[in-house]
């Protein structure tokens, strides 16, 4: 079965501070993943995907993600926090064969930008 | 660019009362899905639809019935609400062919059963 882990429901950092979010997969088949981010009170959007092309993909907002599968690790960074980063962050697995794109999502992460 | 639209916004139940939560699409997806959203569990898909005239359970199906009722629309209904319903629904969307194409949702419905 394929499934992701997110390491801390909560994360604060300072403008300007660098912005970790820990993903982790488990999956038989390479994976497709995906992050997704949720400001308040509004449904989810798409930051990125990887689709077993590059392994660094760069997503909207100046985040960007790596895919490393010796660790099976997709962590979502950005260099520099903004304000407006304040959300909550979903990383969320493809489930393999069937005709559709059905998602299992992680616990998501609410990441604070303290000024 | 509407995407996805659903209705309501809001709702408060009582235990026992019934509803149907809306969804439609104007991006000409095959697949749509429903989940919800509760506090520390992330979504849970509750039913899915691969295409108009198919729908399958997902991981949380209990207490839920669906209708795909053409390739625009796909419906959610709660026969008896009961409390542990209690939680953000969300609609989804994705196109055609598999491998990697992304789900576009809608910004949810509130729903309290008292």
């Known amino acids: 079965a394929q499934s992701v882990t997110q390491l801390g429901s909560h994360v604060s950092v300072s403008e300007g501070a660098l912005v970790l979010l820990r993903c982790n997969y488990s999956?038989?088949?390479?994976?497709?993943l995906f992050w997704y981010v949720q400001y308040p009170n509004q449904g989810l959007q798409l930051l990125l995907k990887?689709?077993?092309?590059?392994?660094l993909v760069k997503g909207i907002n100046g985040f960007e993600a790596e895919f490393k599968k010796s660790e099976t690790s997709f962590h979502l960074t950005k260099p520099s926090a903004h304000m407006s980063d304040a959300a909550e962050y979903f990383c969320?697995?493809?489930?393999?064969?069937?005709?559709?794109?059905?998602?299992?999502f992680g616990t998501g992460t609410l990441l604070a930008v303290q000024p | 660019n509407a995407g996805v639209t659903q209705t309501p916004k809001f709702q408060v139940l009582k235990t026992g009362q019934s509803m149907t939560l809306q969804c439609a699409q104007d991006?000409?997806?095959?697949?749509m899905y429903w989940y919800r959203q509760d506090p520390g569990m992330g979504l849970r898909l509750i039913y899915y639809?691969?295409?108009?005239?198919?729908?399958d359970k997902g991981e949380v199906p209990n207490g839920y019935n669906v209708s795909r009722l053409n390739k625009r629309e796909f419906s959610l209904r709660l026969e008896s609400a009961a409390p542990s319903q209690t939680s953000v629904y969300f609609c989804?969307?994705?196109?055609?062919?598999?491998?990697?194409?992304?789900?576009?949702f809608g910004a949810g419905t509130r729903l309290s059963v008292l």
């Open positions: 999956s038989s088949v390479p994976p497709y």
């Open positions: 969320a697995v493809r489930v393999y064969g069937g005709a559709t794109n059905k998602l299992i």
């Open positions: 991006m000409n997806h095959n697949s």
């Open positions: 639809s691969a295409s108009e005239g198919t729908t």
């Open positions: 990887y689709t077993s092309a590059a392994t």
């Open positions: 989804a969307s994705s196109g055609g062919s598999p491998g990697g194409n992304i789900q576009y």
